[in-house]
């Protein structure tokens, strides 16, 4: 099971960026160029490539915080 909190869409744009997550996070952490894989996913934009880019996981620490139902 994969948690995230990334945006659905550019904050900028409005495209659609969360479906490019999984395979940026994936081969990045395999040690591939980030530049490259944004090309190789289709994100153009810088205000898309920023949203990848810049985006920290903190979903971890978060739940910890969360009230129970």
Not at 23 to 29: A, E, K, Q
Not at 57 to 62: A, L, M, N, S, T
Request: aromatic residues 8%; charged residues 30%.
């Amino acid at each position: 099971m994969t948690l995230m909190i990334i945006p659905v869409r550019c904050f900028t744009c409005g495209s659609l960026i969360a479906d490019k997550w999984e395979s940026f996070i994936t081969r990045v952490n395999a040690r591939e160029d980030p530049q490259k894989v944004l090309d190789d996913i289709g994100v153009r934009r810088y205000c898309c490539r920023r949203m990848l880019l810049s985006h920290v996981d903190i979903i971890k620490e978060v739940v910890n915080y969360t009230r129970p139902i």
